[in-house]
């Protein structure tokens, strides 16, 4: 009887295991500070500009810490513009539009998971990509027409161009993740269509709802052009202000800054609260249904 050889692979020490653990976190953070780094600079700049007066904004070479520091910027930029209006204004625009485009989004992203409807998914994207100024001057032409230029209806209408197409696409990701037998099961004790939406999918697709809700706040808040082209002079909207800093004689670097920090920081704000949500409502769109 012939023994058998064996043959076992050599062991690793768990200092290999360290070094390798170490490398590929270190690796990692070097990764996320190359991708991060650029903007983290722009935006430490920026509140560098905001926080110092014009002269030191323009000296050579230039001077990153403000010694001293100044709120004059911002003062400025609360004296050149109703800013407080132009933030109502923002909101009202912003959160209509988006509470509109989650009442046709979501039961759209629904209905074109559940049908496999790839061409209505197609249009969806191709709305999505098309860009903004495309839609535009028919639009403009439509409300100076029906009299409607300079309120706020044409803004929050044009709104749900960017908004509803960023709804139904991310929404349509969710319910095909979802199990289709939860709602088959639904149905069958009795539920109508609609009911198996509304506590079936609907519960299930809520992290999806939350990114959805989030990322059509932010596009709708950042906006500029729609608010430029559509609205009057009680009507803009906070990125307009940042505009209402720029003059003919010189770019003032200072309140251009602070009214650029002011614009940014709700949406900064929203993100860091919610960033737990949206990754997690990313994660839960990624993962497909049995």
Known sequence: MSGRVTHT????TPLWYRLRRWLGRLGFGLAVLALISPAVLVFLWMLSLSLKTELDNTAWPPVFLPDPPTLENYREVFARNDFLLY???SVVVSVTATGLALLVG??????IAKMRAMRAAALILIARITPGLSYLIPMFLLFQWLELTGTLLPIIVAHLVI??????WVMISFFEGLPGELEEAALVDGATLWQAFRHVAMPLARPGITVATILAFIFSWNNFVFAMVLA????RTLPVAVNNMLTFEQIAWGPLSAAALLVTLPVLLLTLLAQRQIVAGLTAGGVKGA
């Open 232 to 235: 009057g002079r009680e009507t």
């Open 163 to 168: 908004t509803v197409p960023i709804v139904v």
């Open 9 to 12: 692979a050599p062991r690793r």
């Open 87 to 89: 933030a109502w204004n």
């Open 106 to 111: 979501v039961p759209a992203g629904y209905g």
